[in-house]
């Protein structure tokens, strides 16, 4: 069965710092891109950060560029975003997705075509 599961969301004060995990099973991320993405109350998701399934490069939306980190531990089928400097906007559940890339999206992040969702996990930051 094809999993993915997010953790380590919770509430933090602005200017904290949180490290999502989104470990994978049923499937190995090696042949895939990866995507961190957020959906705010009353807002549409959106896509935040992505490992591009071609030559690994990371993209980042500009709101979060310098505070968030993605990361992909090979080993333990693991993706991590280090959240740093957290503020109130960023407020969201998140989810990572596996799928692939491709030329197009926007001028911050490539297309993402996705396969598989994890269930989400609630970040809140409180000012």
């Known amino acids: 069965e094809v999993q993915l599961v997010e953790s380590g969301g919770g509430l933090v004060q602005s200017g904290g710092s949180l490290r999502l995990s989104c470990a994978a099973s049923?499937?190995?991320?090696?042949?895939?891109?990866i995507g961190w993405f957020r959906q705010a109350p009353g807002k549409e998701r959106e896509g935040v950060s992505y490992i591009t399934d071609s030559d690994r490069s990371t993209y980042y939306i500009r709101s979060v560029q310098g505070r968030f980190t993605i990361s992909l531990d090979n080993a333990k089928n693991t993706v991590f975003l280090q959240m740093n400097n957290l503020r109130p906007e960023d407020t969201a559940v998140y989810y990572c997705?596996?799928?692939?890339?491709?030329?197009?999206?926007?001028?911050?992040?490539?297309?993402?075509?996705?396969?598989?969702w994890g269930q989400g996990t609630q970040v809140t930051v409180s000012s």
């Open positions: 997705a596996a799928g692939g890339t491709i030329v197009g999206g926007t001028a911050e992040l490539p297309a993402f075509i996705d396969d598989y």
């Open positions: 049923g499937f190995t991320f090696d042949d895939y891109a």
